[in-house]
Protein backbone atom coordinates (compact mmCIF):
# COMPACT_ATOMS: atom_id res chain seq x y z
CA UNK A 1 0.00 0.00 0.00
CA UNK A 2 1.19 3.37 -0.55
CA UNK A 3 0.76 7.15 0.69
CA UNK A 4 -1.90 7.85 -1.82
CA UNK A 5 -3.89 4.15 -1.48
CA UNK A 6 -3.64 4.42 2.07
CA UNK A 7 -5.42 7.74 1.70
CA UNK A 8 -7.82 6.66 -0.21
CA UNK A 9 -8.65 3.73 1.71
CA UNK A 10 -9.48 6.11 4.69
CA UNK A 11 -11.54 8.08 2.79
CA UNK A 12 -13.77 5.35 1.51
CA UNK A 13 -15.20 5.16 5.02
CA UNK A 14 -18.26 6.69 6.24
CA UNK A 15 -18.00 9.99 7.90
CA UNK A 16 -20.79 10.02 10.32
CA UNK A 17 -22.51 7.05 11.65
CA UNK A 18 -25.38 7.24 14.50
CA UNK A 19 -23.54 5.52 17.24
CA UNK A 20 -25.10 4.73 20.49
CA UNK A 21 -21.65 4.39 22.33
CA UNK A 22 -17.65 3.64 21.91
CA UNK A 23 -18.15 0.14 22.21
CA UNK A 24 -17.04 -0.54 18.62
CA UNK A 25 -13.75 1.96 19.24
CA UNK A 26 -12.95 -0.27 22.54
CA UNK A 27 -13.13 -3.71 20.82
CA UNK A 28 -10.97 -2.30 17.49
CA UNK A 29 -8.33 -0.82 19.70
CA UNK A 30 -8.27 -4.33 21.72
CA UNK A 31 -8.00 -6.32 18.46
CA UNK A 32 -4.94 -3.76 18.23
CA UNK A 33 -3.24 -4.90 20.83
CA UNK A 34 -4.62 -1.55 22.85
CA UNK A 35 -1.72 0.77 21.60
CA UNK A 36 -2.92 3.86 23.31
CA UNK A 37 -2.08 1.76 26.61
CA UNK A 38 1.71 2.13 25.57
CA UNK A 39 1.82 5.95 26.59
CA UNK A 40 0.48 8.66 28.69
CA UNK A 41 -2.05 11.16 26.81
CA UNK A 42 -3.33 14.46 26.94
CA UNK A 43 -6.73 14.78 25.52
CA UNK A 44 -8.46 18.16 24.39
CA UNK A 45 -12.07 19.04 23.65
CA UNK A 46 -13.88 21.76 23.16
CA UNK A 47 -15.65 23.96 20.07
CA UNK A 48 -13.36 26.39 19.42
CA UNK A 49 -9.24 26.92 20.42
CA UNK A 50 -8.22 22.85 20.79
CA UNK A 51 -6.09 22.97 18.14
CA UNK A 52 -4.00 26.03 18.81
CA UNK A 53 -4.06 24.46 22.61
CA UNK A 54 -2.65 21.17 21.19
CA UNK A 55 0.05 22.95 19.51
CA UNK A 56 0.98 24.97 22.27
CA UNK A 57 1.27 21.29 24.55
CA UNK A 58 2.58 19.36 22.01
CA UNK A 59 5.54 22.51 21.55
CA UNK A 60 6.13 22.71 25.28
CA UNK A 61 6.28 19.09 25.56
CA UNK A 62 8.58 18.49 22.63
CA UNK A 63 10.67 21.71 24.27
CA UNK A 64 11.14 19.25 27.54
CA UNK A 65 13.02 17.10 25.45
CA UNK A 66 9.79 14.32 25.12
CA UNK A 67 9.14 12.34 21.72
CA UNK A 68 5.29 13.89 20.88
CA UNK A 69 2.42 12.21 18.91
CA UNK A 70 -0.09 14.50 18.16
CA UNK A 71 -3.76 13.93 16.82
CA UNK A 72 -5.69 17.12 15.25
CA UNK A 73 -8.18 17.43 12.66
CA UNK A 74 -8.99 18.14 9.89
CA UNK A 75 -5.83 18.82 8.02
CA UNK A 76 -4.77 21.75 5.85
CA UNK A 77 -3.46 20.43 3.09
CA UNK A 78 -1.87 17.04 3.43
CA UNK A 79 -3.72 14.20 5.01
CA UNK A 80 -0.71 13.02 7.02
CA UNK A 81 -0.71 16.40 9.05
CA UNK A 82 -3.33 14.61 11.24
CA UNK A 83 -0.50 12.89 12.53
CA UNK A 84 2.53 14.35 13.75
CA UNK A 85 5.28 12.29 15.33
CA UNK A 86 8.54 15.24 16.91
CA UNK A 87 6.79 18.20 15.61
CA UNK A 88 6.85 16.54 12.32
CA UNK A 89 4.01 15.07 9.96
CA UNK A 90 4.12 11.12 9.73
CA UNK A 91 6.10 9.97 7.04
CA UNK A 92 4.83 8.75 3.96
CA UNK A 93 5.93 5.12 4.37
CA UNK A 94 5.30 4.58 8.04
CA UNK A 95 1.47 6.55 7.34
CA UNK A 96 0.98 3.51 4.75
CA UNK A 97 2.42 0.44 6.51
CA UNK A 98 0.11 1.11 9.64
CA UNK A 99 -3.04 1.63 7.39
CA UNK A 100 -1.91 -1.54 5.61
CA UNK A 101 -1.99 -3.45 8.50
CA UNK A 102 -5.01 -1.86 10.52
CA UNK A 103 -7.10 -2.64 7.44
CA UNK A 104 -6.75 -6.27 7.86
CA UNK A 105 -8.28 -6.04 11.16
CA UNK A 106 -10.43 -3.65 10.06
CA UNK A 107 -11.92 -6.69 7.43
CA UNK A 108 -11.96 -9.30 10.51
CA UNK A 109 -14.36 -6.96 12.22
CA UNK A 110 -16.56 -5.92 9.24
CA UNK A 111 -16.80 -9.78 8.64
CA UNK A 112 -18.12 -10.01 12.29
CA UNK A 113 -20.46 -7.47 11.85
CA UNK A 114 -18.96 -4.62 13.43
CA UNK A 115 -18.72 -1.37 11.10
CA UNK A 116 -16.41 1.68 12.02
CA UNK A 117 -16.43 4.68 11.16
CA UNK A 118 -13.38 6.92 9.05
CA UNK A 119 -12.89 9.00 12.58
CA UNK A 120 -12.30 5.56 13.96
CA UNK A 121 -10.16 3.69 11.48
CA UNK A 122 -7.84 7.14 11.27
CA UNK A 123 -7.73 7.62 15.10
CA UNK A 124 -6.83 3.94 15.41
CA UNK A 125 -4.09 4.63 12.54
CA UNK A 126 -2.60 7.38 14.63
CA UNK A 127 -2.77 6.06 18.10
CA UNK A 128 -0.62 2.55 16.41
CA UNK A 129 1.63 4.92 15.12
CA UNK A 130 2.42 6.45 18.20
CA UNK A 131 2.65 3.13 19.51
CA UNK A 132 5.52 2.43 16.68
CA UNK A 133 7.09 5.25 17.27
CA UNK A 134 8.16 5.07 20.67
CA UNK A 135 6.46 8.23 21.38
CA UNK A 136 6.70 9.31 25.29
CA UNK A 137 3.03 11.11 25.16
CA UNK A 138 0.29 11.88 22.68
CA UNK A 139 -1.47 15.05 22.68
CA UNK A 140 -5.05 13.86 21.26
CA UNK A 141 -7.91 16.10 19.80
CA UNK A 142 -11.24 15.36 19.63
CA UNK A 143 -12.74 15.39 16.42
CA UNK A 144 -16.27 16.31 17.53
CA UNK A 145 -18.25 16.45 20.79
CA UNK A 146 -16.29 13.80 23.38
CA UNK A 147 -18.95 11.68 24.79
CA UNK A 148 -18.97 9.26 21.51
CA UNK A 149 -16.18 10.30 19.95
CA UNK A 150 -13.66 7.96 18.80
CA UNK A 151 -10.98 9.33 20.70
CA UNK A 152 -12.84 9.16 24.32
CA UNK A 153 -11.71 5.36 24.33
CA UNK A 154 -8.36 6.30 25.12
CA UNK A 155 -7.70 6.51 29.01
CA UNK A 156 -6.22 9.96 29.02
CA UNK A 157 -4.31 11.26 32.30
CA UNK A 158 -5.37 14.93 31.94
CA UNK A 159 -8.66 16.58 29.98
CA UNK A 160 -8.75 19.75 28.72
CA UNK A 161 -11.98 21.83 27.46
CA UNK A 162 -11.55 24.70 25.62
CA UNK A 163 -14.14 27.56 24.79
CA UNK A 164 -17.68 26.01 24.65
CA UNK A 165 -19.68 27.55 21.78
CA UNK A 166 -22.80 26.68 19.40
CA UNK A 167 -21.51 24.41 16.63
CA UNK A 168 -22.60 20.75 15.96
CA UNK A 169 -25.84 21.89 17.39
CA UNK A 170 -27.66 18.81 15.02
CA UNK A 171 -25.66 16.58 16.78
CA UNK A 172 -24.51 17.59 20.18
CA UNK A 173 -27.48 19.31 21.34
CA UNK A 174 -29.04 23.16 20.18
CA UNK A 175 -27.36 24.70 23.54
CA UNK A 176 -23.94 25.49 24.99
CA UNK A 177 -24.90 23.48 28.30
CA UNK A 178 -26.13 20.60 26.76
CA UNK A 179 -23.08 20.48 24.41
CA UNK A 180 -20.74 21.22 27.79
CA UNK A 181 -21.83 17.98 28.63
CA UNK A 182 -21.31 16.16 25.57
CA UNK A 183 -17.44 17.42 25.75
CA UNK A 184 -17.43 17.30 29.28
CA UNK A 185 -17.70 13.27 29.47
CA UNK A 186 -14.13 12.82 27.92
CA UNK A 187 -13.23 13.42 31.68
CA UNK A 188 -12.02 10.21 33.28
CA UNK A 189 -12.19 8.60 36.81
CA UNK A 190 -9.80 10.19 39.13
CA UNK A 191 -8.07 12.10 36.51
CA UNK A 192 -7.56 15.67 36.51
CA UNK A 193 -9.82 18.28 34.11
CA UNK A 194 -8.32 21.86 33.20
CA UNK A 195 -11.15 24.28 31.90
CA UNK A 196 -10.75 27.24 29.91
CA UNK A 197 -12.74 30.36 31.22
CA UNK A 198 -16.13 29.53 30.46
CA UNK A 199 -19.64 31.02 31.37
CA UNK A 200 -21.27 30.18 34.50
CA UNK A 201 -23.58 28.09 32.94
CA UNK A 202 -20.95 26.13 31.11
CA UNK A 203 -18.56 25.38 34.25
CA UNK A 204 -21.49 24.47 36.28
CA UNK A 205 -22.38 21.54 33.96
CA UNK A 206 -18.36 20.61 33.58
CA UNK A 207 -17.88 20.77 37.26
CA UNK A 208 -20.68 18.15 38.00
CA UNK A 209 -19.54 15.99 35.73
CA UNK A 210 -15.94 15.76 37.06
CA UNK A 211 -17.31 15.90 40.11
CA UNK A 212 -19.36 12.27 39.90
CA UNK A 213 -15.91 11.08 38.18
CA UNK A 214 -13.64 12.39 41.63
CA UNK A 215 -11.60 14.39 38.63
CA UNK A 216 -9.91 17.43 40.35
CA UNK A 217 -11.15 20.91 38.28
CA UNK A 218 -8.37 22.99 37.52
CA UNK A 219 -10.37 26.29 36.73
CA UNK A 220 -8.66 28.85 34.15
CA UNK A 221 -9.05 32.67 34.72
CA UNK A 222 -8.74 35.07 31.70
CA UNK A 223 -8.47 37.48 34.80
CA UNK A 224 -5.20 35.80 35.60
CA UNK A 225 -3.23 36.49 32.67
CA UNK A 226 -1.89 40.26 31.84
CA UNK A 227 -1.18 41.13 28.04
CA UNK A 228 1.91 43.40 28.06
CA UNK A 229 1.65 43.80 24.11
CA UNK A 230 -0.44 42.66 21.18
CA UNK A 231 -0.09 42.22 17.58
CA UNK A 232 -0.85 39.74 14.55
CA UNK A 233 3.05 38.64 14.96
CA UNK A 234 3.45 38.11 18.36
CA UNK A 235 1.72 38.75 21.57
CA UNK A 236 3.36 38.77 24.80
CA UNK A 237 1.55 38.09 28.52
CA UNK A 238 1.79 37.20 31.93
CA UNK A 239 0.23 34.63 33.45
CA UNK A 240 -0.38 33.46 37.34
CA UNK A 241 -1.96 30.42 38.62
CA UNK A 242 -2.06 29.34 42.05
CA UNK A 243 1.80 29.53 42.92
CA UNK A 244 3.22 29.67 39.61
CA UNK A 245 3.95 33.16 38.08
CA UNK A 246 5.29 33.37 34.29
CA UNK A 247 6.01 37.21 34.07
CA UNK A 248 6.51 37.01 30.44
CA UNK A 249 5.00 34.35 28.00
CA UNK A 250 5.45 35.09 24.26
CA UNK A 251 3.39 33.35 21.40
CA UNK A 252 3.19 33.98 17.55
CA UNK A 253 -0.59 33.07 17.55
CA UNK A 254 -2.01 36.31 16.71
CA UNK A 255 -5.64 37.25 18.41
CA UNK A 256 -6.76 37.86 21.61
CA UNK A 257 -8.66 34.80 22.51
CA UNK A 258 -4.97 33.08 21.88
CA UNK A 259 -4.40 34.38 25.55
CA UNK A 260 -7.16 32.18 26.93
CA UNK A 261 -6.20 29.22 25.21
CA UNK A 262 -2.29 30.14 26.10
CA UNK A 263 -2.83 29.84 29.96
CA UNK A 264 -5.28 26.80 29.64
CA UNK A 265 -2.30 25.12 27.64
CA UNK A 266 0.16 26.18 30.36
CA UNK A 267 -2.62 24.89 33.22
CA UNK A 268 -2.79 21.51 31.10
CA UNK A 269 0.76 21.53 31.91
CA UNK A 270 1.03 22.02 35.26
CA UNK A 271 -1.85 19.74 35.73
CA UNK A 272 0.68 17.03 33.83
CA UNK A 273 3.46 17.48 36.05
CA UNK A 274 2.07 14.83 38.86
CA UNK A 275 1.84 12.54 35.90
CA UNK A 276 5.68 12.79 34.61
CA UNK A 277 4.33 14.40 31.66
CA UNK A 278 4.43 17.84 32.75
CA UNK A 279 6.75 20.85 31.35
CA UNK A 280 8.95 23.33 33.67
CA UNK A 281 8.35 27.18 33.17
CA UNK A 282 11.46 27.23 31.44
CA UNK A 283 10.28 24.71 28.79
CA UNK A 284 6.68 26.26 28.35
CA UNK A 285 8.40 29.58 28.14
CA UNK A 286 10.35 28.53 24.85
CA UNK A 287 8.07 25.43 23.48
CA UNK A 288 5.15 28.57 23.50
CA UNK A 289 7.85 30.82 21.56
CA UNK A 290 8.38 28.13 18.99
CA UNK A 291 4.57 26.90 18.71
CA UNK A 292 2.72 27.52 15.82
CA UNK A 293 -0.69 26.55 14.53
CA UNK A 294 -1.06 27.30 10.53
CA UNK A 295 -4.13 29.09 9.42
CA UNK A 296 -5.55 30.46 12.42
CA UNK A 297 -5.10 34.50 12.34
CA UNK A 298 -2.30 33.82 9.82
CA UNK A 299 -0.32 36.79 7.99
CA UNK A 300 1.21 35.42 4.68
CA UNK A 301 2.94 37.72 1.79
CA UNK A 302 2.61 36.42 -1.26
CA UNK A 303 2.35 37.34 -4.73
CA UNK A 304 2.92 41.02 -3.89
CA UNK A 305 0.11 40.60 -1.48
CA UNK A 306 -0.60 40.64 2.31
CA UNK A 307 -3.70 37.41 3.05
CA UNK A 308 -4.62 36.73 6.40
CA UNK A 309 -5.81 33.41 7.23
CA UNK A 310 -8.15 32.07 9.41
CA UNK A 311 -10.11 29.02 9.65
CA UNK A 312 -13.01 30.29 11.52
CA UNK A 313 -15.93 28.16 10.96
CA UNK A 314 -18.65 29.14 13.46
CA UNK A 315 -19.90 32.19 15.01
CA UNK A 316 -17.98 32.28 17.86
CA UNK A 317 -14.63 32.17 15.58
CA UNK A 318 -15.85 34.73 13.14
CA UNK A 319 -16.62 36.86 16.23
CA UNK A 320 -13.11 36.44 17.09
CA UNK A 321 -11.96 36.92 14.08
CA UNK A 322 -14.08 40.89 13.36
CA UNK A 323 -12.28 41.52 16.64
CA UNK A 324 -9.22 41.06 15.59
CA UNK A 325 -9.68 42.64 12.17
CA UNK A 326 -10.84 45.62 13.75
CA UNK A 327 -8.10 45.94 16.32
CA UNK A 328 -4.82 45.13 14.28
CA UNK A 329 -6.17 46.04 10.70
CA UNK A 330 -8.04 49.84 11.37
CA UNK A 331 -7.85 51.80 8.01
CA UNK A 332 -6.66 49.29 5.79
CA UNK A 333 -9.06 48.13 3.03
CA UNK A 334 -10.13 44.39 3.83
CA UNK A 335 -11.35 42.20 0.66
CA UNK A 336 -12.82 38.58 1.86
CA UNK A 337 -12.75 35.70 -0.19
CA UNK A 338 -15.34 33.27 1.82
CA UNK A 339 -16.48 29.91 1.78
CA UNK A 340 -18.46 28.27 4.54
CA UNK A 341 -19.96 24.85 4.88
CA UNK A 342 -23.73 24.27 4.67
CA UNK A 343 -23.91 22.82 7.46
CA UNK A 344 -22.76 25.80 9.74
CA UNK A 345 -24.66 28.77 11.14
CA UNK A 346 -23.68 30.69 8.09
CA UNK A 347 -26.40 33.37 8.84
CA UNK A 348 -24.41 34.56 11.99
CA UNK A 349 -21.15 33.99 10.40
CA UNK A 350 -22.13 36.15 7.24
CA UNK A 351 -23.19 39.44 10.66
CA UNK A 352 -19.33 39.48 11.52
CA UNK A 353 -18.17 39.24 7.95
CA UNK A 354 -20.44 41.68 6.59
CA UNK A 355 -19.17 43.82 9.48
CA UNK A 356 -15.35 44.33 8.12
CA UNK A 357 -15.35 43.91 4.77
CA UNK A 358 -17.84 45.77 1.74
CA UNK A 359 -16.09 43.40 -0.64
CA UNK A 360 -16.55 39.57 -1.16
CA UNK A 361 -15.25 37.05 -3.69
CA UNK A 362 -17.77 33.66 -2.97
CA UNK A 363 -16.47 30.38 -3.78
CA UNK A 364 -17.16 26.88 -2.47
CA UNK A 365 -14.37 24.87 0.06
CA UNK A 366 -12.46 22.02 -1.35
CA UNK A 367 -15.29 19.83 0.11
CA UNK A 368 -18.37 18.06 0.34
CA UNK A 369 -21.30 19.83 1.46
CA UNK A 370 -20.47 23.40 0.83
CA UNK A 371 -22.86 26.40 0.90
CA UNK A 372 -23.95 27.60 -2.75
CA UNK A 373 -21.71 30.52 -3.67
CA UNK A 374 -25.33 32.37 -5.08
CA UNK A 375 -26.77 31.32 -1.43
CA UNK A 376 -23.99 33.57 0.42
CA UNK A 377 -23.79 36.44 -2.13
CA UNK A 378 -27.26 36.51 -1.68
CA UNK A 379 -26.87 36.80 2.50
CA UNK A 380 -23.96 39.50 1.93
CA UNK A 381 -26.04 41.30 -0.87
CA UNK A 382 -28.91 41.32 2.27
CA UNK A 383 -26.17 43.46 4.73
CA UNK A 384 -25.28 46.09 1.50
CA UNK A 385 -21.96 44.40 0.81
CA UNK A 386 -20.97 43.34 -2.36
CA UNK A 387 -20.50 39.94 -3.17
CA UNK A 388 -19.53 37.61 -6.50
CA UNK A 389 -19.23 34.26 -6.82
CA UNK A 390 -16.44 32.25 -8.71
CA UNK A 391 -16.63 28.28 -9.43
CA UNK A 392 -13.32 27.66 -7.87
CA UNK A 393 -11.27 28.42 -5.10
CA UNK A 394 -8.10 29.28 -7.09
CA UNK A 395 -10.24 31.09 -9.46
CA UNK A 396 -11.47 33.06 -6.33
CA UNK A 397 -7.94 33.82 -5.13
CA UNK A 398 -6.67 35.16 -8.59
CA UNK A 399 -10.12 37.04 -8.49
CA UNK A 400 -9.25 39.17 -5.22
CA UNK A 401 -5.51 39.46 -6.32
CA UNK A 402 -6.66 41.22 -9.52
CA UNK A 403 -9.29 43.07 -7.46
CA UNK A 404 -6.27 44.56 -4.20
CA UNK A 405 -3.21 46.33 -4.51
CA UNK A 406 0.03 45.98 -2.18
CA UNK A 407 -1.45 48.06 1.04
CA UNK A 408 -4.57 46.10 1.00
CA UNK A 409 -5.09 43.07 3.17
CA UNK A 410 -6.84 39.95 1.42
CA UNK A 411 -8.68 37.86 4.19
CA UNK A 412 -9.51 34.24 3.81
CA UNK A 413 -12.49 32.88 6.18
CA UNK A 414 -15.36 30.67 6.47
CA UNK A 415 -13.52 27.25 6.64
CA UNK A 416 -10.33 25.09 7.20
CA UNK A 417 -10.96 23.51 4.02
CA UNK A 418 -10.98 27.09 1.94
CA UNK A 419 -7.90 28.09 4.07
CA UNK A 420 -6.10 24.46 3.47
CA UNK A 421 -7.12 24.66 -0.37
CA UNK A 422 -5.31 28.63 -0.77
CA UNK A 423 -2.78 27.76 1.72
CA UNK A 424 -1.84 24.87 -0.97
CA UNK A 425 -2.15 27.22 -3.88
CA UNK A 426 0.35 29.91 -2.23
CA UNK A 427 2.93 28.02 -1.22
CA UNK A 428 4.48 27.71 -4.43
CA UNK A 429 4.89 31.37 -5.15
CA UNK A 430 5.27 32.37 -1.53
CA UNK A 431 8.59 30.59 -1.39
CA UNK A 432 10.31 32.93 -4.36
CA UNK A 433 8.57 36.39 -3.29
CA UNK A 434 9.73 35.38 1.27
CA UNK A 435 8.86 32.09 2.85
CA UNK A 436 7.07 29.14 2.76
CA UNK A 437 5.03 29.30 5.14
CA UNK A 438 4.34 25.87 5.62
CA UNK A 439 7.09 24.54 5.27
CA UNK A 440 8.78 26.84 8.02
CA UNK A 441 6.04 27.00 10.66
CA UNK A 442 6.43 22.80 10.69
CA UNK A 443 10.27 22.85 10.44
CA UNK A 444 10.01 20.41 7.16
CA UNK A 445 13.26 22.46 5.53
CA UNK A 446 14.40 19.66 3.41
CA UNK A 447 12.89 19.31 -0.21
CA UNK A 448 11.10 16.20 -0.09
CA UNK A 449 9.17 17.33 2.70
CA UNK A 450 8.11 20.69 0.68
CA UNK A 451 7.56 18.44 -2.01
CA UNK A 452 5.32 15.92 -0.74
CA UNK A 453 3.24 18.89 1.07
CA UNK A 454 2.60 20.16 -2.44
CA UNK A 455 1.74 16.26 -3.41
CA UNK A 456 4.39 15.99 -5.63
CA UNK A 457 5.19 11.99 -3.82
CA UNK A 458 6.08 10.85 -7.53
CA UNK A 459 9.12 13.93 -8.22
CA UNK A 460 9.85 13.05 -4.36
CA UNK A 461 10.31 9.66 -5.08
CA UNK A 462 12.57 10.61 -8.33
CA UNK A 463 14.74 12.93 -6.35
CA UNK A 464 15.21 10.29 -3.73
CA UNK A 465 16.52 7.76 -6.94
CA UNK A 466 18.42 10.40 -8.56
CA UNK A 467 20.71 11.75 -5.10
CA UNK A 468 21.39 8.11 -4.62
CA UNK A 469 22.51 7.73 -8.08
CA UNK A 470 24.41 11.06 -7.70
CA UNK A 471 26.05 10.14 -4.63
CA UNK A 472 27.05 6.41 -6.43
CA UNK A 473 28.80 8.59 -9.37
CA UNK A 474 30.68 11.05 -6.44
CA UNK A 475 31.78 7.79 -4.78
CA UNK A 476 33.21 6.01 -8.22
CA UNK A 477 34.77 9.46 -9.47
CA UNK A 478 35.76 11.10 -6.30
CA UNK A 479 33.61 14.04 -5.41
CA UNK A 480 32.20 15.10 -2.48
CA UNK A 481 29.17 12.73 -1.99
CA UNK A 482 27.38 14.73 0.23
CA UNK A 483 27.17 17.55 -2.01
CA UNK A 484 26.16 15.02 -4.71
CA UNK A 485 23.39 13.69 -2.85
CA UNK A 486 21.77 16.83 -1.97
CA UNK A 487 21.69 17.76 -5.21
CA UNK A 488 20.49 15.29 -5.92
CA UNK A 489 17.45 16.05 -3.17
CA UNK A 490 17.21 19.99 -4.57
CA UNK A 491 17.18 19.36 -8.30
CA UNK A 492 13.74 19.05 -8.96
CA UNK A 493 12.46 21.15 -5.80
CA UNK A 494 10.74 23.94 -8.15
CA UNK A 495 8.31 21.19 -8.98
CA UNK A 496 6.01 22.89 -6.47
CA UNK A 497 5.12 26.12 -9.01
CA UNK A 498 3.48 25.47 -12.24
CA UNK A 499 6.05 26.27 -15.50
CA UNK A 500 3.67 29.43 -16.39
CA UNK A 501 3.54 31.02 -13.12
CA UNK A 502 7.73 30.69 -12.71
CA UNK A 503 7.45 32.32 -16.58
CA UNK A 504 5.15 35.12 -15.15
CA UNK A 505 7.31 35.68 -11.74
CA UNK A 506 10.49 35.78 -13.66
CA UNK A 507 9.15 38.60 -16.22
CA UNK A 508 7.60 40.71 -13.50
CA UNK A 509 10.71 40.76 -11.55
CA UNK A 510 12.90 41.33 -14.72
CA UNK A 511 14.91 38.14 -14.94
CA UNK A 512 17.11 38.17 -17.92
CA UNK A 513 15.79 35.37 -19.70
CA UNK A 514 17.30 33.83 -22.54
CA UNK A 515 15.30 32.56 -25.93
CA UNK A 516 15.11 29.14 -24.39
CA UNK A 517 13.49 30.11 -21.22
CA UNK A 518 11.02 32.27 -22.86
CA UNK A 519 9.92 29.64 -25.77
CA UNK A 520 10.22 26.35 -22.81
CA UNK A 521 9.12 27.79 -19.24
CA UNK A 522 9.61 24.29 -18.01
CA UNK A 523 13.86 25.26 -18.41
CA UNK A 524 12.76 27.96 -15.60
CA UNK A 525 12.66 25.00 -13.01
CA UNK A 526 16.37 24.77 -13.08
CA UNK A 527 16.78 28.75 -11.77
CA UNK A 528 13.98 28.41 -9.64
CA UNK A 529 15.13 24.89 -7.64
CA UNK A 530 18.30 26.83 -7.14
CA UNK A 531 16.83 29.84 -5.60
CA UNK A 532 14.27 27.86 -3.33
CA UNK A 533 17.06 25.56 -1.92
CA UNK A 534 19.15 29.03 -1.56
CA UNK A 535 16.53 31.28 0.14
CA UNK A 536 14.19 28.67 1.30
CA UNK A 537 15.83 25.76 2.35
CA UNK A 538 19.14 27.59 3.84
CA UNK A 539 21.86 25.64 0.73
CA UNK A 540 24.71 27.92 0.53
CA UNK A 541 27.32 25.48 -1.00
CA UNK A 542 28.20 27.13 -4.25
CA UNK A 543 29.24 23.77 -5.97
CA UNK A 544 25.18 22.25 -5.07
CA UNK A 545 23.41 25.63 -6.05
CA UNK A 546 25.62 25.45 -8.92
CA UNK A 547 24.76 21.61 -10.16
CA UNK A 548 21.11 22.25 -9.35
CA UNK A 549 21.06 25.46 -11.07
CA UNK A 550 22.11 23.13 -14.96
CA UNK A 551 20.91 19.74 -14.37
CA UNK A 552 18.67 19.70 -17.11
CA UNK A 553 20.72 22.03 -20.27
CA UNK A 554 24.58 21.63 -18.37
CA UNK A 555 26.18 25.25 -19.03
CA UNK A 556 29.16 26.19 -20.17
CA UNK A 557 32.58 25.14 -17.72
CA UNK A 558 30.50 22.25 -16.09
CA UNK A 559 31.97 21.07 -13.25
CA UNK A 560 32.28 17.59 -12.62
CA UNK A 561 29.67 18.02 -9.29
CA UNK A 562 27.02 19.44 -12.92
CA UNK A 563 28.32 16.64 -14.80
CA UNK A 564 26.82 13.84 -12.13
CA UNK A 565 24.34 15.09 -11.21
CA UNK A 566 23.42 15.55 -15.10
CA UNK A 567 24.12 11.80 -15.66
CA UNK A 568 21.81 11.32 -12.43
CA UNK A 569 19.23 12.65 -13.34
CA UNK A 570 18.97 10.66 -16.56
CA UNK A 571 19.86 7.68 -15.33
CA UNK A 572 16.80 7.90 -12.45
CA UNK A 573 14.49 7.25 -14.96
CA UNK A 574 10.97 7.55 -13.38
CA UNK A 575 8.92 5.09 -16.05
CA UNK A 576 9.05 1.22 -16.11
CA UNK A 577 12.14 -0.16 -17.41
CA UNK A 578 15.17 1.07 -18.19
CA UNK A 579 15.70 4.42 -20.23
CA UNK A 580 16.38 3.99 -23.73
CA UNK A 581 19.69 5.42 -23.50
CA UNK A 582 21.00 3.47 -20.27
CA UNK A 583 23.53 1.31 -21.99
CA UNK A 584 25.19 4.54 -23.62
CA UNK A 585 25.61 6.19 -20.85
CA UNK A 586 26.71 3.23 -18.68
CA UNK A 587 29.11 2.56 -21.52
CA UNK A 588 30.13 5.44 -21.09
CA UNK A 589 31.08 6.25 -17.63
CA UNK A 590 33.58 3.52 -17.55
CA UNK A 591 35.49 6.33 -19.45
CA UNK A 592 34.03 9.36 -17.85
CA UNK A 593 31.60 11.87 -16.44
CA UNK A 594 32.26 14.18 -19.29
CA UNK A 595 32.05 10.81 -21.79
CA UNK A 596 28.68 9.87 -20.05
CA UNK A 597 26.89 13.87 -20.34
CA UNK A 598 28.08 13.39 -24.49
CA UNK A 599 26.83 10.11 -24.63
CA UNK A 600 23.30 11.51 -23.40
CA UNK A 601 23.23 14.23 -25.85
CA UNK A 602 23.98 12.18 -28.82
CA UNK A 603 21.29 9.90 -28.13
CA UNK A 604 18.81 12.73 -27.71
CA UNK A 605 20.17 14.34 -30.74
CA UNK A 606 20.00 11.68 -32.62
CA UNK A 607 16.53 10.19 -31.71
CA UNK A 608 14.32 13.06 -30.66
CA UNK A 609 14.16 15.61 -27.83
CA UNK A 610 13.02 14.38 -24.25
CA UNK A 611 14.07 16.51 -21.54
CA UNK A 612 15.70 19.98 -23.43
CA UNK A 613 15.27 21.87 -26.49
CA UNK A 614 17.86 20.61 -29.76
CA UNK A 615 19.43 23.94 -29.56
CA UNK A 616 20.97 23.86 -25.96
CA UNK A 617 22.00 20.33 -26.22
CA UNK A 618 23.64 21.11 -29.50
CA UNK A 619 25.70 24.29 -27.34
CA UNK A 620 26.53 21.55 -24.60
CA UNK A 621 27.53 18.93 -27.78
CA UNK A 622 29.94 21.58 -28.95
CA UNK A 623 31.60 22.36 -25.35
CA UNK A 624 32.47 18.80 -24.26
CA UNK A 625 33.60 18.05 -27.53
CA UNK A 626 35.75 20.75 -27.61
CA UNK A 627 37.52 21.26 -24.17
CA UNK A 628 39.79 19.16 -22.38
CA UNK A 629 39.89 17.55 -18.04
CA UNK A 630 41.67 19.78 -16.02
CA UNK A 631 41.64 20.40 -12.52
CA UNK A 632 38.51 18.88 -12.07
CA UNK A 633 36.93 20.73 -14.59
CA UNK A 634 36.20 19.76 -18.41
Not at 56 to 83: K, M, W
Amino acid sequence: MRYDEAVAYLSGFDRMDDKDGIGNMIAFLRRLGNPEKAYPSYHIAGTNGKGSICALIDASLRAAGRRVGLYTSPELERFSERIRIGGQPIGDDAFAEVTRDIAAVVGELRAEGIKLTFFEVVTAVALTAFMRAGVDVAVLETGMGGRLDATNAVSSNVAVISRIGLDHTHVLGDTAEKIAWEKACIIKQGRPVVVHDQPESVKVVIRAVAEERNAAYWDVKEADTRVLSSSLEAQVFSYLYGSTILPQVTIKLAGSHQIGNAATAITALIAGREYGIGASDDEIVRGFMNARWAGRLETVSARGRTLLLDGAHNPQGAAVLREAVKRHLKGRRVVLLCGIMASKDHDAMVDDFAAITREVVAVSPDARGALATGELCAEFATRGVSARAKPSVGEGLEAVIDMTSPEDVILVAGSLYLVGGVRSRLLAFSGILSEFPYVLATGERDALSLLRANGKTKTARHSEAVAQACQSLAERFGLDAGCAYQSGLLHDVAAVIKPEDMLAHAVAQGFELDEAERRYPFLLHQRFSAMIARENLGIHDASVLSAVACHTTLKPNASQLDMALFVADKLAWDQEGEPPFFADITQALRVSLRAASLAYIEYVLSHGMILCPHRLLTQARAWLKNEQTTGGRT
